[in-house]
């Protein structure tokens, strides 16, 4: 039981590339989340989902899309990275509640 | 939407002294967590806690619903609970049910 990973845990881009970045848990759990944190701030939501083929967007969606087309995996991507999107990213899945979170991805836009 | 606010901002302690963190929130909530981010950026939940108290070994928290707050408490602080420390809540109404709200956190840095 790996519980929450991510995968890259780090990464550089370039202005203007995309990339994708994969979260997948082991714990059945229907429900999973995008969420980004910026230096001195709590995490905000970008995307969450509620179920296998269900997405919806949170508080700070913009720039990004993401896809649930497989019950333990939630993907997230920049089509068109921006310095703006120079952030950490954590996953995390719920169940019962209570939320648990992966161990996050760096992500650098330059 | 919900505020989340939590005090201090920040916290210097002594190895071995007590503390109690602070959240605020502005509406009624479904659920509270507790969580530790430590230096390497980890998030590790601490405490899963709507209402009532709890306690796990020096931690303990306190959520009094009604009138819309949590306490965490921390006794005989270790270099290692050095991190922040957030509070977040989860909606029961609009667009915040089912989505975690966090607030800024407490940055504890505890001096050997």
């Known amino acids: 039981n790996a519980g929450v990973t991510q995968t890259p845990k780090f990464r550089v881009l370039k202005t203007g590339q995309s990339m994708t970045l994969l979260c997948a848990q082991d714990?059945?759990?229907?429900?999973m989340y995008w969420y980004r944190q910026d230096p001195g701030m709590g995490l905000r939501l970008i995307h969450y989902?509620?179920?296998?083929?269900?997405?919806a967007k949170g508080e700070v969606p913009d720039g990004y899309n993401v896809s649930r087309l497989k019950k333990q995996n939630f993907l997230l991507g920049l089509e068109s990275a921006a310095p703006s999107q120079t952030s950490v990213y954590f996953c995390?899945?719920?169940?019962?509640?209570?939320?648990?979170f992966g161990p996050g991805t760096r992500l650098t836009v330059t | 939407g919900i505020q989340v606010e939590q005090s201090p901002p920040d916290l210097i302690l002594q190895e071995g002294a007590n503390s109690t963190l602070r959240c605020n929130f502005s509406?009624?909530?479904?659920?509270l967590q507790w969580f530790h981010q430590n230096p390497w950026g980890q998030l590790i939940n601490l405490f899963y806690?709507?209402?009532g108290t709890k306690q796990n070994g020096r931690l303990s928290a306190t959520t009094v619903a009604t009138e819309r707050y949590s306490l965490l408490y921390i006794s005989s602080s270790q270099t290692t609970d050095s991190g922040v420390y957030f509070c977040a809540v989860e909606g029961n109404y609009g667009g915040s049910q089912g989505n975690l709200i966090f607030g800024k956190g407490t940055k504890l840095s505890v001096k050997p």
């Open positions: 989902s509620v179920g296998e083929g269900t997405t």
């Open positions: 714990m059945n759990h229907e429900y």
């Open positions: 509406d009624s909530v479904n659920n």
């Open positions: 995390a899945s719920k169940v019962s509640g209570e939320q648990y």
């Open positions: 806690i709507p209402s």
